[in-house]
């Protein structure tokens, strides 16, 4: 069992950054993807980053190409996304989910089994 808390979240100006990070419990967080969701006011969860469990290959959605960044570190146990040029439209919740390295879907939600609580991130206009 994995258990993710994240944190980091909070109020910036559009054009600002923030750094979330997700604290992973357990002794093989090293076998696990990583990856971060968001969902926005009145919308689904989507995805927005993955990076598989050796930290070799990492995954983007489009709208965030070249502003994010996820990173891991194993010994630590934790992931972290550096968002950078925040838009009002990053306004979300943004959660940390993990699953057991596999090689398909990473960009899936529904392939994920541990989910930390969410952390709220607000982008003023």
């Known amino acids: 069992q994995v258990q993710l808390v994240e944190s980091g979240g909070g109020l910036v100006q559009a054009g600002g950054s923030l750094r979330l990070s997700c604290a992973a419990s357990?002794?093989?967080?090293?076998?696990?993807?990583m990856a971060w969701f968001r969902r926005s006011p009145g919308k689904e969860r989507t995805f927005v980053a993955a990076?598989?469990?050796?930290?070799?290959?990492?995954y983007y959605a489009d709208s965030v190409k070249g502003r994010f960044t996820i990173s891991r570190d194993n010994a630590k146990n934790t992931v972290a996304l550096q968002m950078n040029s925040l838009k009002f439209e990053d306004t979300a919740v943004y959660y940390c989910a993990g699953r057991r390295g596999s090689t398909v879907y990473i960009m899936s939600q529904n392939r994920y089994d541990y989910w930390g609580q969410g952390t709220q991130v607000t982008v003023s206009s």
């Open positions: 990076i598989t469990e050796n930290g070799r290959n990492t």
């Open positions: 357990g002794r093989t967080f090293s076998s696990y993807d």
